[in-house]
């Protein structure tokens, strides 16, 4: 199934979050992002709009795309919007390196070709 115009927002915001969580933290180490607390906010933005645009995705989309796991998803934001005192930086950044590249994985195909760019 592919998404309408709505959701292909929604998933754009959630792919381009993600490939920023990635980018900004590639070559870090848990111990270096453990302590740079800057990393450790922009990773936890990253996750929170990854988490708010999958809740907004369709339900319909959603149960199309049983692969990618919406309600985890969702799940880690409220995590680190709602109940940010107990945020473990070691269960964020196994988000951060084995789950994302996996959701950019299962992203990319879904995604429909960008509107081409106004002269």
Known sequence: MRPDEQDAAYLWDMLEAATAVRRI???VSLARYETNEMLR???ERG???IGEAAGHVSGEFRAAHPEIPWRRIVAQRNVLAHAYGSIL???IWQVVTDDLPELIR???PLMPSP???AV
């Open 25 to 27: 933290s590639a070559g």
């Open 41 to 43: 906010m922009a990773v």
């Open 47 to 49: 996750l929170e709009i």
């Open 89 to 91: 930086n070691q269960r």
């Open 106 to 108: 299962l992203l990319e």
């Open 115 to 117: 509107p081409p760019e």
